[in-house]
Antibody, heavy 123, light 106 residues
Framework: QVQLVQSGAEVKKPGASVKVSCKAS????????MHWVRQAPGQGLEWMGW????????NYAQKFKGRVTMARDTSISTAYMALSGLRSDDTAVYFC????????????????WGQGTLVTVSS | EIVLTQSPATLSLSPGERATLSCRAS??????LAWYQQKPGQAPRLLLY???NRATGIPARFSGSGSGTDFTLTISSLEPEDFAVYYC????????FGGGTKVEIK
C-alpha cells in the first residue's frame, strides 16, 4: 500500500534551519508530485509548495519563497523540505502529502499524507 | 489569495444525526474543492474531491455538493468515528484551506 514515512521531531533555535524527510513506498516515487503542508499547534492547514520528483521542479507558496527548499533523492524514494531562518511562529507539524493524480494528470488533491513531523523553534 | 470560510466553527451533534458543514469561497472555484477529515494527533485524510467525488474507501454517508462559491459536506448519519475536524481546500488559485469545522459529540 502507498505509505509516506517522515523523519522524527526536531527542536531548533531561532535563525537555524531544519530539513524534514519523507520516504515513499508502495508506488512509483517519480510518478506523483509531492506537496508539503504545515499546521501550527491548534491551528489550520497551510500549503507550502510541491516538488515534481521526476524533474525536480518546484513551486513554492509566495509566503515561503526564499526560505524553503524542496528536493528529492530518487534513488531512495525520498522527498525533503528544508526551511531556513526559523522563527518561533514556524513551530508546527510539517506534513508531506502525495498528489492524488500522477504527473500527467496532477490534481492538487492530497492523498495520502505522511504522519507529520513536529518542528519546535525555541531559544 | 482565495479565502475559504467554514461554518459553523463547531457543530455539536449526537451519533445518528445528520451533519451539514459549509465552506464559502471568496471567489468562484467552479468545482475545484476538496474536503478532508482530521482526528487528533493524526494527519488529514481526503474525503471528497472535485466537490462531490468520494475518495477511495470513503463511506457513502459522506457526500459533497456545491459549485462556484458555496459548498456543503453532508454526513448523513454520524458514526462515532466521524467526530473530528473537517477542512475544505481549493486548488483554483494555488492551494488554500479553510479554518475547519469541529464536529463534536453533544
Amino acid at each position: 500500500q502507498v505509505q509516506l514515512v517522515q523523519s522524527g521531531a526536531e527542536v531548533k533555535k531561532p535563525g537555524a534551519s531544519v530539513k524534514v524527510s519523507c520516504k515513499a513506498s508502495g508506488y512509483t516515487f517519480t510518478g506523483y508530485y509531492m506537496h508539503w503542508v504545515r499546521q501550527a499547534p491548534g491551528q489550520g492547514l497551510e500549503w507550502m509548495g510541491w516538488i515534481n520528483p521526476n524533474s525536480g521542479g518546484t513551486n513554492y507558496a509566495q509566503k515561503f519563497k526564499g526560505r524553503v527548499t524542496m528536493a528529492r533523492d530518487t534513488s531512495i524514494s525520498t522527498a525533503y523540505m528544508a526551511l531556513s531562518g526559523l522563527r518561533s511562529d514556524d513551530t508546527a507539524v510539517y506534513f508531506c502529502a502525495r498528489d492524488l493524480g500522477d504527473t500527467l494528470t496532477t490534481t492538487a488533491w492530497l492523498d495520502p499524507w505522511g504522519q507529520g513531523t513536529l518542528v519546535t523553534v525555541s531559544s | 489569495e482565495i479565502v475559504l470560510t467554514q461554518s459553523p466553527a463547531t457543530l455539536s451533534l449526537s451519533p445518528g444525526e445528520r451533519a451539514t458543514l459549509s465552506c464559502r469561497a471568496s471567489q468562484s472555484l467552479s468545482s475545484n474543492l476538496a474536503w478532508y477529515q482530521q482526528k487528533p494527533g493524526q494527519a488529514p485524510r481526503l474525503l471528497l474531491y472535485d466537490a462531490s467525488n468520494r475518495a477511495t474507501g470513503i463511506p457513502a454517508r459522506f457526500s459533497g455538493s456545491g459549485s462556484g462559491t458555496d459548498f456543503t459536506l453532508t454526513i448523513s448519519s454520524l458514526e462515532p468515528e466521524d467526530f473530528a475536524v473537517y477542512y475544505c481546500q481549493q486548488r483554483s488559485n494555488w492551494l488554500t484551506f479553510g479554518g475547519g469545522t469541529k464536529v463534536e459529540i453533544k
